[in-house]
């Protein structure tokens, strides 16, 4: 029996101890997903159309976008409009893994498509426990779409049990 191959979380995060503080949690509980990082919103949306650096990337989508709101070149929600916008890319579950608190952020991203909204704690310990569980949820509960399996041949058609009999 083949081994289940590991769901890849895509993160946009331009904040280097955001970064190494969210890898170290999910390393921490044994979440051995592949953990892409993108550094700016232009960069996770190269990685889902796979342009630039990213055009030889495995076909598939992540498992789970965790995406910040305030990021270069192009924002978060911004990002967001477009995913959500482009059939092929808008099963993808986006949760807002941000430190604004301000209600208009939250409003916009539900009305964009967000699948979820975390702030991000001040607190290291409910920083490390919040990761866990989004990372519990998204790459472990979680049954993703089709569109972020790896893609596999289709199964051959069944052999007929009359060879003479062509349906």
Known sequence: ??????????????????????????????????????????????YLYRKEAYRDRPEGLPVVLLLDLKMPKVDGLEVLRRVKADPSLKSLPIVMLTSSREEIDLIRS????????????????????????????WALINEPPPSSRPATAPAPPPASANPEDPT
Do not use: S, W
């Open 1 to 46: 029996m083949p081994t289940p191959q590991l769901k890849r979380i895509l993160m946009a995060e331009d904040h280097r101890e955001d970064v190494e503080l969210t890898l170290a949690a999910l390393e921490e509980h044994h979440l051995a997903n592949e953990v892409i990082v993108v550094r700016d919103g232009q960069e996770a949306l190269d």
């Open 110 to 137: 539900y009305a964009l498509g967000a699948n979820a909204y975390v702030v991000k704690p001040v607190d290291f310990q409910q920083f490390v426990d919040a990761v866990r569980t989004l990372g519990c949820f």
